[in-house]
């Protein structure tokens, strides 16, 4: 079965610095997707960033870009010039191609932005 | 677009009740909707996936008569917690599949904060 694992509970940063949150992966299949989800304290699910595991280019939007590693099943997600409301949970999240298309969730890791 | 609509955002309920939340896809055919639970700070684990017309598939360890879900049209999904105690408190989230857009495959309702008492 397929396995996200954040391995930094907790995270903080100055604003307008930058800060990198890790996210490795464990699958045997070739072609899936990955995900960057953000959980403000309203609890609502907001897409932060995805990735085809086809492309080798790194996905990017705007402050956030992701360093994709595929022989290292590594997704870390760079988020920069922190602002206050990029304070949240942050989830990395795997998909297979084809099959249910459900997403599997790493354990979150939690980022504080110190003013 | 592609807004999924989850109602109630809360609710308390009394031991050994039913409670029933329902997820309308707004602007937009639900063909599949997952329905996962999150507990304080902690992930989102999978319950089931829905798909309109079919039974849920359940995710292992997941009481499929406790957590019943109904999927009887493209716009609507509802999980029905059955006879609930304490232990089901918990937050509840929907998530439709949605081919296209800019959500990247998904969109999420704003989740249902339960509270058996």
């Known amino acids: 079965a397929q396995t996200v694992t954040q391995s930094q509970p907790e995270m903080s940063v100055q604003e307008a610095e930058t800060v990198t949150l890790s996210c490795t992966y464990d699958t045997s299949e070739s072609d899936y997707y990955l995900f960057w989800y953000k959980q403000p304290p309203s609890r609502q699910m907001i897409l932060v960033i995805r990735q085809e595991a086809y492309k080798q280019q790194n996905a990017t939007e705007n402050r956030f870009s992701v360093n994709f590693q595929k022989a290292a099943k590594s997704f870390s997600l760079k988020i920069s010039d922190s602002q206050l409301g990029d304070a949240a949970m942050y989830f990395c999240?795997?998909?297979?191609?084809?099959?249910?298309?459900?997403?599997?969730f790493g354990k979150g890791t939690k980022l504080t932005v110190n003013p | 677009g592609a807004v999924v609509s989850q109602h109630p955002s809360w609710v308390i309920c009394k031991s050994g009740t039913s409670v029933k939340i329902e997820c309308r896809s707004l602007d937009f055919q639900a063909t599949t909707m997952f329905w996962y639970r999150q507990f304080p700070k902690q992930s989102l684990m999978l319950m089931a996936t829905?798909?309109?017309?079919?039974?849920?598939?359940?995710e292992q360890g997941v009481e499929k008569d406790k957590f019943l879900i109904n999927h009887a049209s493209l716009t609507l999904s509802t999980l029905t917690v059955t006879s609930a105690h304490p232990e089901d408190s918990s937050f509840y989230i929907c998530?439709?599949?949605?081919?296209?857009?800019?959500?990247?495959?998904?969109?999420f309702g704003s989740g249902t904060r339960l509270t058996v008492v």
């Open positions: 999240a795997y998909r297979a191609q084809g099959g249910s298309e459900k997403l599997v």
């Open positions: 829905s798909n309109e017309g079919s039974k849920a598939t359940y």
């Open positions: 998530s439709a599949r949605v081919l296209g857009g800019p959500r990247g495959g998904y969109t």
